[in-house]
């Protein structure tokens, strides 16, 4: 159908808005949801063909939604005027959160040249501090990975421990980020082939020595930045949903793929949202660990968790180079940050989730 005058009248949600339980009200197996419109004092219009009531400088109507996939449709009387949008109730997406961690390789290094000494992944120490996380708290940890780093590339690492990776998918998965930590912003401009390479590549490895249980269809590509066409090309690989800060720093989007400023600004007062022209999901990352002072950790979720539309899946991320007592930016509460916050979200009644178990039907 066409927009308003070219112009959308719509409000909230918008196309591609993925919503759950704290977007409106659940009543008899369906959810409740207020359709805001804009519109002039003298416009009537109907959604899903019941009236919209005049509401402050707007028009609102109270719609359910009965399944994952549902369809709004908008009519402006007396104009022609029509509009229609498809929009997801996340069933499964309240009161969860994930850890993801970017960056990780170094870790791998440490495995594959200790695997004369180590009997399990978690010996090393770094992956200790998740296993910790998991056994206290039951977190779900996504681990996207980079192919190489000084002296090391994935097709080094040996398979001795597949059998033990596959145990642990339930909790802890494996994807693509990059092919390597440097240069910075790898697949801003570059080409299509390049970043379908290199996730093919560090894909191929990880069911080499971890199993394909240990993947998912999800990851966070290194700075968050992909052309519309190379993000296309993950999708078409079988990675449908791409974290991201979905924020402006200086006025310049950041950590926000090909999205425009529009479509950031809406996303970044969400959990997610769907480019329905390249099927993609989007998902806001809510904080980046290593990004905030430990003792701020609670007083942000908190301010997270007051807003309804942020609330519903909480989406904590690090960097694995903090971790490392020889790195220049070291933090030495590394993991005490991530066992702060795996806290306060259980104590606030969140489940460990990934986000393939919630964006989808």
């Known amino acids: 159908m066409s927009k308003m005058n070219g112009t959308s009248a719509l409000l909230f949600p918008l196309d591609g808005d993925m919503l759950n339980e704290y977007d409106g009200i659940v009543r008899e197996e369906r959810l409740y949801i207020q359709v805001r419109l804009a519109g002039a004092a003298e416009s009537k219009f109907t959604v899903n063909g019941a009236a919209a009531e005049r509401s402050g400088d707007g028009f609102a109507a109270e719609i359910g939604l009965d399944g994952y996939r549902n369809t709004i449709a908008i009519a402006e009387e007396g104009t022609g005027n029509t509009e229609e949008v498809t929009v997801y109730w996340l069933r499964n997406a309240t009161q969860k959160y994930r ?3 970017d960056d990780n390789i170094w870790f791998l290094r440490d495995i594959a040249a200790n695997s004369d000494k180590y009997e399990s992944i978690f010996e090393n120490p770094y992956l200790s501090v998740y296993k910790e996380l998991y056994d206290t708290y039951g977190t779900k940890v996504h681990l996207n990975l980079f192919y190489s780093t000084e002296g090391f590339d994935l097709s080094q690492m040996p398979d001795k421990y597949k059998e ?4 642990n998918a339930h909790w802890l998965r494996l994807t693509f980020h990059a092919n ?22 560090v894909t191929r490895e990880i069911i080499r020595f971890a199993g394909e249980e240990s993947l998912s269809p999800v990851t966070t590509v290194h700075w968050g930045e992909a052309t519309r066409e190379g993000a296309r090309a993950l999708r078409g690989f079988g990675i449908g949903t791409l974290a991201g800060y979905f924020k402006f720093v200086d ?3 950041i950590v926000s793929y090909y999205l425009d ?10 959990d997610f949202w769907k480019d329905h022209s390249e099927d993609i999901v989007f998902a806001k990352i809510d904080m980046v660990l290593d990004k905030t002072n430990q003792e701020d950790i609670v007083p942000l979720l908190d301010h997270v968790r007051a807003n309804p539309h942020e609330a519903g899946f909480i989406e904590l991320m690090i960097h694995e180079q ?7 930016a070291y933090q030495p509460d590394f993991r005490e940050k991530l066992l702060t916050a795996a806290k306060w979200a259980t104590e606030h009644g969140y489940q460990p989730a990934f986000l393939s178990e919630c964006v989808g039907e």
Do not use: M
């Open 99 to 101: 850890v993801s961690v």
């Open 164 to 167: 033990e990776w596959k145990a």
């Open 180 to 201: 390597q930590e440097f240069p910075d912003k790898p697949y801003k401009s570059t080409a299509t082939e390049i970043i379908l390479a290199d996730c093919e590549k």
């Open 251 to 253: 006025g310049e989007p």
């Open 261 to 270: 400023k529009d479509r950031i600004a809406h996303l970044n007062k969400r």
């Open 322 to 328: 903090y971790f490392y007592s020889d790195y220049s």
